[in-house]
């Protein structure tokens, strides 16, 4: 499985949700994520996602562009099953590339949410594989470590993971 997703930590914390529920959906499957590899590392530390590429990377832009994949990333690209994305795409130029084969599911959603919480929207493609909507999730699931001292990065995403998993119920 390979998401797209850009943004700063705040963009990328409203997408755990969804990347729970695939781990969940899918636990012996390869997840990685193309976004902000920063943010990301918060997934890989709790086991959602198995590997981050950078979004700044210069092989993403063959995505933007009509022309035909160069050979090696194609060929990569074609090693998942399910390409998910939510990296803007406004003239479909991304999409255009999808699917690269009969069985890979490419599934897209608005780079920005359409609906509330932001959560349910970055869920709400997951409905075409059969998931349930789920716009919440605890990034620690019972030991508090985020609120050792010195620790307020991590106090402010359990925060706001709070936050998010209250106002989608």
Known sequence: ILVLRGGALGDFIVTLPALAALRQHAPAARIELAGNASAAELAVARGLIDAVHSQHEARWAALYERAPLPVDFATWLASFDVILNFWPDPDADLAHHFPLH????????????????????????????????????????????????????????AWRCESLKYAGT
């Open 102 to 157: 009969p069985a890979q599911t490419f599934l897209t959603a608005s780079a920005h949410p359409t609906c509330a919480p932001a959560a349910a929207h970055y869920c709400a493609p997951l409905r075409a594989l059969g998931l349930p909507l789920q716009p919440f999730f605890t990034l620690w699931p019972s030991e508090p470590r985020h609120l050792q001292p010195g620790n307020l990065a991590g106090a402010f995403v």
